[in-house]
Protein backbone atom coordinates (compact mmCIF):
# COMPACT_ATOMS: atom_id res chain seq x y z
CA UNK A 1 0.00 0.00 0.00
CA UNK A 2 1.12 3.49 -0.76
CA UNK A 3 0.17 6.60 0.69
CA UNK A 4 0.84 9.86 -0.05
CA UNK A 5 -1.59 13.55 -0.34
CA UNK A 6 -2.78 14.41 -3.66
CA UNK A 7 -2.68 17.48 -5.91
CA UNK A 8 -3.13 18.78 -9.34
CA UNK A 9 -0.92 21.69 -11.78
CA UNK A 10 -3.73 24.09 -12.30
CA UNK A 11 -4.90 23.68 -8.55
CA UNK A 12 -2.12 24.89 -6.62
CA UNK A 13 0.51 26.35 -8.85
CA UNK A 14 -0.95 30.05 -10.27
CA UNK A 15 1.25 31.74 -12.48
CA UNK A 16 -0.97 31.23 -14.87
CA UNK A 17 1.40 33.49 -17.89
CA UNK A 18 4.65 33.04 -16.22
CA UNK A 19 7.69 31.50 -18.54
CA UNK A 20 5.88 31.20 -22.02
CA UNK A 21 3.12 29.19 -20.64
CA UNK A 22 0.41 29.62 -22.95
CA UNK A 23 -3.70 29.74 -22.06
CA UNK A 24 -5.22 26.73 -20.98
CA UNK A 25 -9.10 25.93 -20.73
CA UNK A 26 -8.91 26.57 -17.21
CA UNK A 27 -7.42 30.01 -17.11
CA UNK A 28 -10.14 31.17 -20.30
CA UNK A 29 -13.05 30.20 -18.15
CA UNK A 30 -11.86 31.33 -15.20
CA UNK A 31 -11.41 34.66 -16.21
CA UNK A 32 -13.92 35.14 -18.82
CA UNK A 33 -16.76 33.38 -17.02
CA UNK A 34 -15.70 34.12 -13.30
CA UNK A 35 -19.48 34.13 -12.93
CA UNK A 36 -19.35 30.41 -12.86
CA UNK A 37 -16.85 29.84 -9.86
CA UNK A 38 -17.98 30.67 -6.50
CA UNK A 39 -15.54 32.99 -5.01
CA UNK A 40 -15.83 36.40 -2.81
CA UNK A 41 -17.30 39.84 -4.30
CA UNK A 42 -15.52 42.49 -2.23
CA UNK A 43 -16.68 46.35 -2.37
CA UNK A 44 -13.52 48.25 -1.62
CA UNK A 45 -15.73 50.93 0.07
CA UNK A 46 -19.00 50.87 1.65
CA UNK A 47 -18.56 54.57 3.37
CA UNK A 48 -16.15 53.64 6.53
CA UNK A 49 -14.08 56.49 5.59
CA UNK A 50 -11.41 56.91 8.15
CA UNK A 51 -11.93 59.80 10.10
CA UNK A 52 -8.60 61.28 9.48
CA UNK A 53 -9.01 61.72 6.08
CA UNK A 54 -12.44 63.37 6.80
CA UNK A 55 -10.66 65.82 8.92
CA UNK A 56 -8.78 66.68 5.79
CA UNK A 57 -11.68 67.18 3.97
CA UNK A 58 -12.79 63.70 2.81
CA UNK A 59 -14.43 63.24 -0.70
CA UNK A 60 -13.72 66.99 -1.11
CA UNK A 61 -10.34 66.92 -1.12
CA UNK A 62 -8.99 65.98 -4.39
CA UNK A 63 -5.75 63.80 -2.70
CA UNK A 64 -8.45 61.42 -2.14
CA UNK A 65 -7.96 60.24 -5.67
CA UNK A 66 -4.23 59.05 -4.46
CA UNK A 67 -5.24 57.85 -1.08
CA UNK A 68 -8.11 55.58 -2.23
CA UNK A 69 -5.43 54.39 -5.07
CA UNK A 70 -3.05 53.09 -2.31
CA UNK A 71 -5.18 52.18 -0.23
CA UNK A 72 -7.06 49.68 -3.19
CA UNK A 73 -3.09 48.62 -4.39
CA UNK A 74 -2.72 47.19 -0.85
CA UNK A 75 -6.46 45.26 -1.22
CA UNK A 76 -4.95 43.76 -4.76
CA UNK A 77 -2.06 42.65 -3.47
CA UNK A 78 -2.67 41.17 -0.55
CA UNK A 79 -6.53 39.01 -1.52
CA UNK A 80 -6.05 39.91 -5.82
CA UNK A 81 -5.19 35.90 -6.01
CA UNK A 82 -8.63 34.88 -4.49
CA UNK A 83 -11.02 38.05 -5.39
CA UNK A 84 -12.19 38.01 -8.48
CA UNK A 85 -15.14 40.51 -8.18
CA UNK A 86 -14.17 43.55 -7.24
CA UNK A 87 -16.50 46.75 -6.61
CA UNK A 88 -14.76 49.94 -6.20
CA UNK A 89 -17.60 52.50 -4.72
CA UNK A 90 -20.79 51.68 -3.34
CA UNK A 91 -23.36 54.41 -4.18
CA UNK A 92 -21.72 57.34 -4.71
CA UNK A 93 -24.96 59.64 -5.19
CA UNK A 94 -25.15 58.34 -1.25
CA UNK A 95 -21.84 59.53 -0.38
CA UNK A 96 -21.85 62.74 -1.71
CA UNK A 97 -25.42 63.96 -2.02
CA UNK A 98 -26.85 62.15 1.71
CA UNK A 99 -22.63 62.80 2.95
CA UNK A 100 -22.04 66.09 1.84
CA UNK A 101 -25.47 67.66 0.86
CA UNK A 102 -28.49 66.69 2.53
CA UNK A 103 -26.36 65.75 5.93
CA UNK A 104 -28.57 62.10 6.00
CA UNK A 105 -25.29 60.08 6.62
CA UNK A 106 -21.78 60.82 8.03
CA UNK A 107 -20.06 62.85 7.92
CA UNK A 108 -23.91 65.04 7.90
CA UNK A 109 -21.65 67.85 6.25
CA UNK A 110 -24.57 69.73 4.76
CA UNK A 111 -22.45 72.18 2.58
CA UNK A 112 -25.00 71.56 -0.17
CA UNK A 113 -24.97 72.98 -3.87
CA UNK A 114 -21.08 73.14 -3.82
CA UNK A 115 -19.79 70.22 -1.32
CA UNK A 116 -21.57 67.50 -2.86
CA UNK A 117 -20.58 67.96 -6.14
CA UNK A 118 -16.81 68.55 -5.59
CA UNK A 119 -17.39 64.72 -4.02
CA UNK A 120 -18.84 63.67 -7.16
CA UNK A 121 -16.13 64.65 -9.04
CA UNK A 122 -13.60 63.31 -6.81
CA UNK A 123 -15.09 60.02 -6.35
CA UNK A 124 -15.14 59.54 -10.18
CA UNK A 125 -11.60 60.28 -10.45
CA UNK A 126 -10.90 58.17 -7.63
CA UNK A 127 -12.95 55.03 -9.04
CA UNK A 128 -10.98 55.77 -12.65
CA UNK A 129 -7.74 55.74 -10.91
CA UNK A 130 -8.31 52.52 -9.39
CA UNK A 131 -9.99 50.98 -12.64
CA UNK A 132 -6.91 51.49 -14.75
CA UNK A 133 -4.73 50.58 -11.52
CA UNK A 134 -6.27 47.48 -11.69
CA UNK A 135 -6.09 46.81 -15.15
CA UNK A 136 -2.49 48.24 -16.33
CA UNK A 137 -0.83 46.10 -13.53
CA UNK A 138 -3.01 43.73 -12.20
CA UNK A 139 -5.69 42.36 -14.51
CA UNK A 140 -2.97 39.98 -16.90
CA UNK A 141 -1.81 38.31 -13.08
CA UNK A 142 -5.26 37.84 -11.27
CA UNK A 143 -7.74 37.69 -13.86
CA UNK A 144 -10.78 39.73 -11.95
CA UNK A 145 -13.01 42.29 -13.03
CA UNK A 146 -13.91 45.64 -11.69
CA UNK A 147 -16.57 48.18 -11.70
CA UNK A 148 -18.67 50.51 -9.61
CA UNK A 149 -21.91 50.59 -7.66
CA UNK A 150 -24.54 53.34 -8.94
CA UNK A 151 -27.60 53.42 -6.64
CA UNK A 152 -30.61 54.23 -8.86
CA UNK A 153 -34.41 54.16 -7.64
CA UNK A 154 -36.90 54.72 -10.58
CA UNK A 155 -38.57 58.19 -11.40
CA UNK A 156 -41.43 58.21 -13.18
CA UNK A 157 -43.54 61.22 -13.94
CA UNK A 158 -46.83 61.75 -12.44
CA UNK A 159 -48.08 62.84 -15.32
CA UNK A 160 -46.64 62.42 -19.35
CA UNK A 161 -46.05 66.45 -19.12
CA UNK A 162 -43.63 65.58 -16.64
CA UNK A 163 -41.60 63.08 -18.58
CA UNK A 164 -38.81 65.37 -18.89
CA UNK A 165 -38.88 66.56 -15.35
CA UNK A 166 -38.59 62.57 -14.54
CA UNK A 167 -35.71 61.97 -16.62
CA UNK A 168 -33.26 65.09 -15.06
CA UNK A 169 -34.22 63.95 -11.88
CA UNK A 170 -32.50 60.35 -13.24
CA UNK A 171 -29.67 62.60 -14.97
CA UNK A 172 -29.25 64.29 -11.10
CA UNK A 173 -29.83 61.20 -8.94
CA UNK A 174 -27.66 58.56 -11.33
CA UNK A 175 -26.88 59.58 -14.35
CA UNK A 176 -24.19 61.88 -13.04
CA UNK A 177 -22.12 58.91 -12.46
CA UNK A 178 -23.49 56.41 -15.18
CA UNK A 179 -22.79 59.31 -18.08
CA UNK A 180 -19.03 59.80 -17.06
CA UNK A 181 -18.62 55.96 -16.97
CA UNK A 182 -20.96 54.33 -19.81
CA UNK A 183 -21.86 56.68 -22.01
CA UNK A 184 -20.41 56.78 -25.13
CA UNK A 185 -19.52 60.93 -24.86
CA UNK A 186 -18.94 61.04 -21.25
CA UNK A 187 -18.59 63.65 -18.61
CA UNK A 188 -21.46 65.13 -16.53
CA UNK A 189 -24.82 65.03 -18.33
CA UNK A 190 -25.53 67.70 -20.22
CA UNK A 191 -29.07 68.82 -18.34
CA UNK A 192 -26.69 69.34 -15.18
CA UNK A 193 -23.96 71.16 -16.70
CA UNK A 194 -26.00 73.50 -17.75
CA UNK A 195 -28.55 73.95 -14.90
CA UNK A 196 -26.15 74.43 -12.67
CA UNK A 197 -24.21 76.43 -14.57
CA UNK A 198 -27.85 78.74 -14.95
CA UNK A 199 -28.06 78.46 -11.02
CA UNK A 200 -25.16 79.44 -10.10
CA UNK A 201 -25.10 82.91 -11.81
CA UNK A 202 -28.77 83.67 -10.98
CA UNK A 203 -27.62 82.80 -7.51
CA UNK A 204 -24.79 85.56 -7.80
CA UNK A 205 -21.75 82.88 -7.56
CA UNK A 206 -18.92 83.56 -10.04
CA UNK A 207 -18.91 80.53 -11.81
CA UNK A 208 -20.91 77.56 -12.05
CA UNK A 209 -20.77 75.42 -8.45
CA UNK A 210 -20.40 72.60 -10.42
CA UNK A 211 -16.67 71.46 -11.15
CA UNK A 212 -15.50 70.76 -14.36
CA UNK A 213 -13.69 67.98 -15.88
CA UNK A 214 -10.66 68.53 -18.40
CA UNK A 215 -11.07 66.25 -21.44
CA UNK A 216 -8.19 64.38 -20.37
CA UNK A 217 -10.10 63.40 -17.25
CA UNK A 218 -13.45 63.16 -19.39
CA UNK A 219 -11.40 60.35 -21.37
CA UNK A 220 -9.75 59.12 -18.13
CA UNK A 221 -13.12 58.14 -16.79
CA UNK A 222 -15.19 57.21 -19.87
CA UNK A 223 -15.46 53.18 -19.64
CA UNK A 224 -14.04 52.20 -16.66
CA UNK A 225 -16.42 49.70 -15.49
CA UNK A 226 -16.58 45.85 -16.68
CA UNK A 227 -20.01 45.84 -15.61
CA UNK A 228 -22.79 48.26 -13.90
CA UNK A 229 -23.17 47.39 -10.77
CA UNK A 230 -26.53 48.71 -9.53
CA UNK A 231 -28.52 48.73 -6.44
CA UNK A 232 -32.23 49.27 -6.27
CA UNK A 233 -34.87 49.26 -3.48
CA UNK A 234 -37.87 51.20 -5.15
CA UNK A 235 -39.58 54.25 -6.91
CA UNK A 236 -40.50 57.53 -6.70
CA UNK A 237 -43.30 59.65 -8.68
CA UNK A 238 -41.43 63.30 -10.09
CA UNK A 239 -43.05 66.30 -10.67
CA UNK A 240 -41.57 69.62 -12.13
CA UNK A 241 -40.83 72.42 -9.46
CA UNK A 242 -38.94 75.30 -10.85
CA UNK A 243 -37.23 76.99 -7.98
CA UNK A 244 -34.20 79.15 -7.07
CA UNK A 245 -34.19 78.10 -3.90
CA UNK A 246 -38.11 77.74 -2.79
CA UNK A 247 -38.54 74.37 -1.76
CA UNK A 248 -35.12 73.61 -0.73
CA UNK A 249 -33.94 76.92 0.98
CA UNK A 250 -30.85 76.89 -0.19
CA UNK A 251 -28.68 76.33 -3.12
CA UNK A 252 -28.09 72.30 -3.62
CA UNK A 253 -28.40 69.02 -6.14
CA UNK A 254 -31.81 68.93 -4.96
CA UNK A 255 -32.57 72.56 -5.83
CA UNK A 256 -30.94 71.90 -9.29
CA UNK A 257 -33.40 68.99 -10.38
CA UNK A 258 -36.12 70.95 -10.21
CA UNK A 259 -38.42 68.71 -9.29
CA UNK A 260 -40.45 67.45 -6.45
CA UNK A 261 -40.26 63.48 -5.62
CA UNK A 262 -42.62 61.50 -3.41
CA UNK A 263 -43.96 58.45 -3.36
CA UNK A 264 -47.45 57.24 -4.47
CA UNK A 265 -49.67 56.66 -1.14
CA UNK A 266 -51.35 53.92 -2.80
CA UNK A 267 -48.47 52.06 -2.94
CA UNK A 268 -47.89 48.86 -0.94
CA UNK A 269 -44.89 48.50 1.28
CA UNK A 270 -43.49 49.68 4.81
CA UNK A 271 -40.19 51.51 4.69
CA UNK A 272 -39.51 50.70 1.04
CA UNK A 273 -42.26 50.44 -1.14
CA UNK A 274 -43.16 47.69 -3.35
CA UNK A 275 -42.82 48.88 -7.25
CA UNK A 276 -41.35 46.16 -8.83
CA UNK A 277 -42.30 47.87 -12.60
CA UNK A 278 -40.18 50.77 -11.49
CA UNK A 279 -37.17 48.05 -11.29
CA UNK A 280 -38.08 46.93 -14.90
CA UNK A 281 -38.18 50.17 -16.54
CA UNK A 282 -34.97 51.06 -14.77
CA UNK A 283 -33.24 48.23 -16.27
CA UNK A 284 -34.45 48.69 -19.49
CA UNK A 285 -33.42 52.14 -19.39
CA UNK A 286 -29.67 50.94 -18.48
CA UNK A 287 -30.01 49.02 -21.36
CA UNK A 288 -31.09 51.12 -24.05
CA UNK A 289 -28.81 54.16 -22.74
CA UNK A 290 -25.63 52.36 -22.20
CA UNK A 291 -25.60 49.29 -24.98
CA UNK A 292 -26.78 46.65 -22.59
CA UNK A 293 -23.84 46.39 -20.23
CA UNK A 294 -24.05 43.61 -17.80
CA UNK A 295 -25.60 44.56 -15.03
CA UNK A 296 -24.62 43.00 -11.53
CA UNK A 297 -27.28 43.92 -9.10
CA UNK A 298 -25.75 44.51 -6.03
CA UNK A 299 -28.28 45.48 -3.17
CA UNK A 300 -32.40 44.64 -3.59
CA UNK A 301 -34.01 44.40 -0.03
CA UNK A 302 -36.91 45.37 2.12
CA UNK A 303 -36.96 46.29 5.27
CA UNK A 304 -39.16 45.78 8.17
CA UNK A 305 -39.02 45.83 12.52
CA UNK A 306 -38.34 42.49 12.71
CA UNK A 307 -40.15 39.06 12.99
CA UNK A 308 -39.43 35.47 11.49
CA UNK A 309 -42.39 35.80 9.26
CA UNK A 310 -41.80 37.75 6.90
CA UNK A 311 -44.01 37.37 4.09
CA UNK A 312 -44.35 40.91 2.50
CA UNK A 313 -40.53 40.55 2.20
CA UNK A 314 -40.65 37.47 0.13
CA UNK A 315 -43.76 39.41 -1.72
CA UNK A 316 -41.34 42.30 -2.56
CA UNK A 317 -38.30 39.49 -3.77
CA UNK A 318 -40.75 37.56 -5.79
CA UNK A 319 -41.92 40.25 -7.54
CA UNK A 320 -38.44 42.34 -8.18
CA UNK A 321 -37.12 39.06 -9.36
CA UNK A 322 -40.17 38.83 -11.58
CA UNK A 323 -39.11 41.72 -12.76
CA UNK A 324 -35.72 41.16 -13.85
CA UNK A 325 -36.87 38.26 -15.61
CA UNK A 326 -39.13 40.16 -17.75
CA UNK A 327 -36.02 42.68 -18.41
CA UNK A 328 -34.00 39.17 -19.11
CA UNK A 329 -36.39 38.18 -21.62
CA UNK A 330 -36.28 41.45 -23.52
CA UNK A 331 -32.43 41.73 -23.54
CA UNK A 332 -30.97 42.95 -20.44
CA UNK A 333 -27.62 41.29 -19.80
CA UNK A 334 -28.15 40.89 -15.88
CA UNK A 335 -25.54 38.67 -14.65
CA UNK A 336 -25.54 38.93 -10.71
CA UNK A 337 -28.24 39.23 -8.00
CA UNK A 338 -26.85 39.37 -4.31
CA UNK A 339 -29.93 40.48 -2.11
CA UNK A 340 -29.60 42.75 0.79
CA UNK A 341 -29.49 41.88 3.45
CA UNK A 342 -27.88 38.46 4.74
CA UNK A 343 -28.73 39.19 8.21
CA UNK A 344 -30.36 42.20 9.86
CA UNK A 345 -27.46 45.04 10.72
CA UNK A 346 -26.50 48.47 11.79
CA UNK A 347 -28.74 50.39 9.74
CA UNK A 348 -26.49 53.64 9.81
CA UNK A 349 -28.73 56.53 10.90
CA UNK A 350 -32.01 53.99 11.30
CA UNK A 351 -29.20 52.24 13.86
CA UNK A 352 -31.16 48.65 14.37
CA UNK A 353 -34.56 49.85 14.50
CA UNK A 354 -34.36 49.16 10.67
CA UNK A 355 -34.25 45.41 9.32
CA UNK A 356 -33.54 44.28 6.44
CA UNK A 357 -32.09 40.59 7.22
CA UNK A 358 -32.90 37.12 5.71
CA UNK A 359 -32.38 36.24 9.09
CA UNK A 360 -33.26 37.85 12.60
CA UNK A 361 -30.48 39.01 14.74
CA UNK A 362 -31.40 38.73 18.22
CA UNK A 363 -29.40 41.58 19.56
CA UNK A 364 -30.49 41.22 23.29
CA UNK A 365 -28.69 37.73 23.37
CA UNK A 366 -24.74 37.74 23.84
CA UNK A 367 -24.71 35.81 21.05
CA UNK A 368 -26.50 37.56 19.53
CA UNK A 369 -28.67 34.94 17.36
CA UNK A 370 -28.83 34.51 14.07
CA UNK A 371 -32.64 32.64 13.23
CA UNK A 372 -33.95 32.29 9.53
CA UNK A 373 -36.76 34.14 8.67
CA UNK A 374 -39.41 32.78 6.56
CA UNK A 375 -37.61 34.87 3.29
CA UNK A 376 -34.15 32.87 4.25
CA UNK A 377 -35.68 29.50 3.47
CA UNK A 378 -37.86 31.32 0.13
CA UNK A 379 -34.33 32.51 -1.21
CA UNK A 380 -32.63 29.09 -0.69
CA UNK A 381 -35.19 27.67 -2.53
CA UNK A 382 -34.46 30.37 -5.68
CA UNK A 383 -30.78 29.98 -4.92
CA UNK A 384 -31.25 26.12 -5.20
CA UNK A 385 -33.67 25.85 -8.19
CA UNK A 386 -33.34 29.43 -10.17
CA UNK A 387 -37.07 29.56 -10.88
CA UNK A 388 -39.10 31.31 -8.87
CA UNK A 389 -42.27 29.76 -7.70
CA UNK A 390 -44.98 32.01 -6.82
CA UNK A 391 -46.96 29.42 -4.79
CA UNK A 392 -43.97 28.47 -3.13
CA UNK A 393 -44.16 27.70 0.71
CA UNK A 394 -41.27 27.26 2.74
CA UNK A 395 -41.22 24.62 5.30
CA UNK A 396 -39.79 26.29 8.34
CA UNK A 397 -39.71 23.49 10.94
CA UNK A 398 -36.88 22.02 8.55
CA UNK A 399 -33.05 23.81 9.35
CA UNK A 400 -31.53 25.48 7.36
CA UNK A 401 -27.90 25.22 6.83
CA UNK A 402 -25.52 26.87 5.10
CA UNK A 403 -23.15 23.99 4.78
CA UNK A 404 -25.94 22.04 2.17
CA UNK A 405 -23.54 23.13 -0.52
CA UNK A 406 -26.28 25.09 -2.19
C1 LIG B 1 -26.68 50.82 1.28
C2 LIG B 1 -26.69 49.88 2.48
C3 LIG B 1 -27.98 50.10 3.26
C4 LIG B 1 -29.13 49.77 2.35
C5 LIG B 1 -30.49 49.84 3.00
C6 LIG B 1 -27.99 50.85 0.54
O1 LIG B 1 -28.19 52.07 -0.04
O2 LIG B 1 -25.62 50.48 0.42
O3 LIG B 1 -25.55 50.11 3.25
O4 LIG B 1 -27.99 49.35 4.43
O5 LIG B 1 -29.13 50.68 1.28
O6 LIG B 1 -30.85 51.13 3.31
Avoid at 78 to 85: A, C, H, I, S
Avoid at 306 to 318: A, P, V, W
Wanted: net charge negative; charged share 25%; glycine share 6%.
Amino acid sequence: MLFGSATAAYQVEGAWNEDGKSENIWDRLSHQEPCVIAEPMVTLYHWDLPQKLQDLGGWTNSLIVDWFTDYSRVAFELFGDRVKYWFTINEPDSICDLGYGVAKLAPLSNYSGYSDYLCSKNILLAHAKVYHLYDDEYRSKQGGTIGIVISAPWQEPESEEHAEAAEEARQFKWGIYANPIFSKKGDFPEVIKQRVAVKSMIQGFPRSRLPEFTSKEVEFIKGTSDFFGLNHYSSALIYRNESVYGYYNQPSLNDDTNVISYEDSSWEGYYIKIAPWGFYKLLTKIREDYDNPPIFITENGYATLGGLEDHDRIKYFTQYLDAILDAIEEGSDIRVYTAWSLMDNFEWLYGYTLRFGLYEVDYESPERTRTPRKSAYFYKQIVRTHTLDHLYEPDMSVPLSIDEGH
